[in-house]
């Protein structure tokens, strides 16, 4: 873009009188703002400085990570809870006021319950994800299949051994699964590439 519009003239909307009309130099181009949009053309076009990524990072996605799947835990438990409250009144054979209070209890624990579970893991997981990223000074999918797994190694760790490597094994699984979803969604060209980069 030429900077040769600075030099011409700016109108601040007037209205033009019929001899400035034919000039096209001295016409607002925005009349109805009042402003010459010329001057806002200047500058760049994104909040992003040159060179700048303009992917948020593993950090920045850390706290909606977190914070989604500690309300999706929470839909999915309560769920789970309505389910089993609904059963365990039926049999109990509660009605009214103590039926309802017990759906309440059912629902509010287990979706507790499982929203800190899934908020947990969600924390381990985005805790290995930023630590692999500033150790490797990279971020590509060895470090979600890496921290898939270490996650599952450490939620499962007080379990034992065996319990331990389950869940490192489920870990691994998962991200390795969304990790080879998300490269076929891209296309063939990124597979091929990471085919001939580690294989």
């Known amino acids: 873009?030429?900077?040769?519009?600075?030099?011409?003239?700016?109108?601040?909307g007037a209205p033009p009188s019929p001899g400035i009309a034919a000039s096209p130099q001295l016409q607002p181009l925005s009349p109805y703002l009042n402003y010459d949009a010329r001057y806002l053309q200047a500058q760049p076009e994104f909040i992003f400085p040159e060179g700048?990524?303009?992917?948020?990072?593993?950090?920045?996605?850390?706290?909606?990570q977190i914070g989604s799947s500690a309300m999706?835990?929470?839909?999915i438990g309560g769920a789970g809870?309505?389910?089993?409250?609904?059963n365990?009144?039926?049999?109990?054979?509660?009605?009214?006021?103590?039926?309802r209070t017990q759906l309440l209890n059912h629902v509010m624990k287990q979706g507790a319950a499982t929203a800190n579970t899934f908020g947990t893991i969600a924390v381990m997981y985005s805790a290995f994800g930023v630590?692999?990223?500033?150790?490797?000074?990279?971020?590509?999918?060895?470090?979600t299949i890496a921290a898939g797994g270490a996650t599952g190694l450490l939620y499962k760790s007080t379990a034992g051994l065996r319990k331990c490597a389950i869940g490192?094994?489920?870990?691994?699984?998962?991200?390795?699964?969304?990790?080879?979803?998300?490269?076929?969604?891209?296309?063939?060209?990124k597979l091929s590439d990471l085919k001939s980069q580690y294989l």
Not at 1 to 12: T, V
Not at 131 to 143: K, P
């Open 81 to 86: 809870g309505l389910y089993n409250g609904i």
């Open 52 to 64: 700048a990524s303009k992917q948020r990072g593993r950090f920045e996605l850390a706290f909606s």
């Open 131 to 143: 630590i692999l990223q500033y150790a490797r000074g990279e971020d590509d999918e060895i470090n």
């Open 88 to 99: 365990a009144t039926r049999l109990a054979k509660q009605s009214g006021k103590l039926r």
């Open 1 to 12: 873009m030429s900077d040769d519009y600075l030099n011409k003239p700016l109108s601040f």
């Open 72 to 75: 999706i835990g929470a839909c």
């Open 168 to 189: 490192g094994g489920i870990g691994l699984a998962l991200s390795s699964m969304y990790v080879l979803w998300c490269m076929a969604g891209g296309g063939s060209k």
